[in-house]
């Protein structure tokens, strides 16, 4: 990875350098080993073939395809023939701070926030550009890369603005003809509110009537709005987000298990293990082992 922002630690892909948001072209043959990442990775394949290999199964890539992974979720490649990616990353606390707004906007929020996580997806999501928006793709992912090559702290608007001109064109298209988002509906001020506090502190004991009470509104009427706007309950939310934050911490710290265990909110080791292995496949320890060697 000489000459990307990208370094990696015992498994895990990280940005090392402070950036927002990178996007470089890649070419690879015959397999690319499993690996997972601290941000969100969205790869689109411009060329050759290869099968993705990740928690859903392997899946044959063809070109136009596009495969979008939240923190955490391990993938590889095999039977890479000339295999071609674009692979964009985009850090989490740009997600949380200049792009928060994301979250209000249907098709974006679909994109980056909850269609990975409805439906049993575990964290991925995958859709297909046509012809015409797979040039306009990589147009956008061009004009990002060559901004690698100018002083990031003069440039981050640039960054920003790229990004967004490629996160809105595939959101257009990985949401047509989805029936579990509903479009043109603005998520409703509560429930970012509720997202806000339930991201705020994960490790709090929070419950569905403690989350009702603080916004004023009754459980099964939270639960429906909260719902409607991100195709999970509350406290399934609140799990998804437990095991992300889990998995960060099981790559980048030497904490013990059970430590980690307590610091997302799920003090008791049996129902953590299963909620870890429920999510990745994979039981905390064995996960640690496999992306950490």
């Known amino acids: 990875m000489t000459g990307t922002p990208l370094r990696s630690s015992r498994g895990l892909l990280y940005f090392a350098d402070g950036s927002p948001a990178y996007a470089r072209r890649f070419t690879h043959e015959g397999e690319e080993p499993v690996h997972t ?32 992974l939240r923190p955490g979720v391990w993938h590889g490649y095999e039977e890479c023939a000339g295999l071609t990616l674009y692979n964009c990353c985009v850090g989490t606390d740009l997600l949380r701070n200049e792009l928060s707004w994301t979250r209000e906007d249907p098709q974006l929020g679909y994109l980056l926030w909850t269609g990975p996580h409805s439906l049993q997806r575990r964290g991925l999501l995958t859709t297909h550009l046509d012809d015409v928006e797979l040039g306009r793709c990589v147009g956008y992912l061009e004009a990002l890369d060559r901004l690698r090559a100018l002083h990031l702290d003069k440039h981050r608007a640039d960054v920003i603005g790229w990004l967004s001109l490629f996160l809105g064109q595939l959101s257009r298209t990985a949401t047509a003809g989805q029936d579990e988002m509903a479009h043109g509906t603005v998520t409703h001020p509560t429930v970012l509110r509720v997202m806000g506090l339930l991201e705020g502190d994960p490790a709090h004991d929070w419950t569905l009537a403690e989350l009702s009470r603080t916004v004023a509104l009754s459980p099964a009427y939270l639960v429906r709005l909260f719902r409607s706007a991100t195709g999970l309950p509350p406290m399934a939310y609140l799990a998804r987000l437990r095991v992300e934050t889990a998995s960060d911490l099981l790559l980048r710290t030497d904490d013990p298990v059970t430590a980690i265990a307590r610091a997302v909110g799920w003090p008791d080791q049996s129902y953590f293990a299963r909620r870890f292995k429920s999510y990745f496949g994979l039981s905390a320890t064995v996960y640690r082992n496999r992306f950490r060697t």
């Open 37 to 68: 990442h601290s941000f969100v990775e969205i790869a689109v394949v411009v060329a050759g073939s290869a099968v993705h290999h990740s928690l859903s199964g392997r899946r044959r890539l063809q070109v136009g395809d596009v495969v979008l």
